[in-house]
């Protein structure tokens, strides 16, 4: 059984940073195989795309909002994807979750295409 747990969240001001982790698990899952995603829900919005990591390792995508500010990366010895966020601002308040697709050409970018989801983590950033 696959799980992804997410970690990381928190109170933080406008300008300050975090990082969120999302460790995956599961009896033959590796991120190696895996197109990684971050999104993000904020209240009443929905879901929304923030960066990609393809299974390859060598392409990164990011929703244009969050460009220069958010790192997606990996630590493959973990079997865990990261999101680095810095500078970040009210409106990037929002739960944050990883999901994950067996990796395969293009670029993921609708909900809907990832299989495995985790619990999220709440992100609040103050004025």
């Known amino acids: 059984q696959v799980q992804l747990v997410e970690s990381g969240g928190g109170l933080v001001q406008a300008g300050g940073s975090l990082r969120l982790s999302c460790a995956a698990s599961g009896r033959t899952f590796s991120i190696l195989n895996y197109d990684m995603g971050w999104f993000r829900q904020g209240p009443g919005t929905e879901r929304e795309a923030v960066a990609a990591?393809?299974?390859?390792?060598?392409?990164?995508y990011y929703t244009d909002s969050v460009k220069a500010r958010f790192t997606i990366s990996r630590d493959k010895a973990r079997n865990t994807v990261y999101l680095q966020l810095n500078n970040v601002k009210p409106e990037d308040t929002a739960v944050y979750y990883c999901?994950?697709?067996?990796?395969?050409?293009?670029?993921?970018?609708?909900?809907?295409?990832?299989?495995?989801w985790g619990q999220g983590t709440q992100v609040t950033v103050s004025s």
């Open positions: 990591l393809k299974w390859s390792g060598d392409s990164t």
């Open positions: 999901a994950a697709k067996w990796g395969n050409a293009g670029i993921h970018w609708s909900a809907g295409e990832y299989d495995y």
